[in-house]
């Protein structure tokens, strides 16, 4: 599925961060340092057997980056997402040998005199590690992280004990009206030194970069990455066709597969990770053709440019779509 390098990991420790939250930690088996990563670093467990085996999920690393013991991750369980983290909560405990990828990271700070970080739930983890990053290198910047109550909220203690407290900003769904997120003030005065990142569910995502965009904020000034990509409506999809630049072959996609799975049961397979849309790993090059874009990476001036497509979940507009590949 993919050629992603892994490694086989322990769960050195699982504990609750918070209600339906769960964090473990990851070291090597034989004590050694783990490959460096950058905040905003994200890695694929290979989720174990029974239903879910063979399912691969992306998790953003939370802890500190400039640490080697370990790898900290922390799941939201969620009994309507498919098979992930109800497989991470139930079937991973403390002891276990999982095996993972090396990081990757999508989400990499930039430099900015001045750096915003939206969380939205269980998107705080990718944030918590590039806060950290910020207050260990004295920046300027501030966390401000939206979840339903209190007893939701991962790391909180953690984050008022830290360096990162002066920064940080808590806003509870449930609590008084005055602490609430107020995103326009929060976003507003937008310039080239100020850079926002974002993570959360979908819905706040939105949220956030519409109140951005409409308050001035440049497109590639705003950083996001979703948790997990919105359910897509496919009742509507139909067959089209794939041809391979190289080769000239030409490929019968149905109406119920995507491309990715209909080119590797012909032997060619291209690099994937999520195979949801979210991680940029599947990126590859259009041809010819009108593309039904589906994916959470690529930004709307891209799509629009119908240059590039995210095989795992875009489909094809027109009969044909012609790959470099
Ligand atoms: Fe992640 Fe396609 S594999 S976007």
New binding site residues.
Partial sequence: M?AQETLQVRVVKKQTEAEGIASYELARLDGAALPPFSAGSHIDVHLPGGQSGGLVR?YSLCNASHESHRYRIAVLRDPASPGGSVAMHDSVHEGDVITISTPRNHFALHPAQRTLLLAGGIGVTPLLCMADRLARTGADFALHYCTRSAERTAFAAEIAASAIAPHAHFHFDAGAPEQKLDTATVLAAPSPDKRLYVCGPAGFIDHVVTTAKALGWAQDHIHLEYFGAPAQDTSGDQGFEVRIASTGKVYPIAPDVSV?EALRKEGID??????????????TRVLEGEVDHR???LTDEEKAANEQF????SRARSKLLVLDL
């Fill in positions: 993919t992306q990715v291209i690099l994937t990770s999520c195979e949801q849309g979210v991680c940029g790993t599947c990126l994916d959470m990476y995210m095989p795992c979940c």
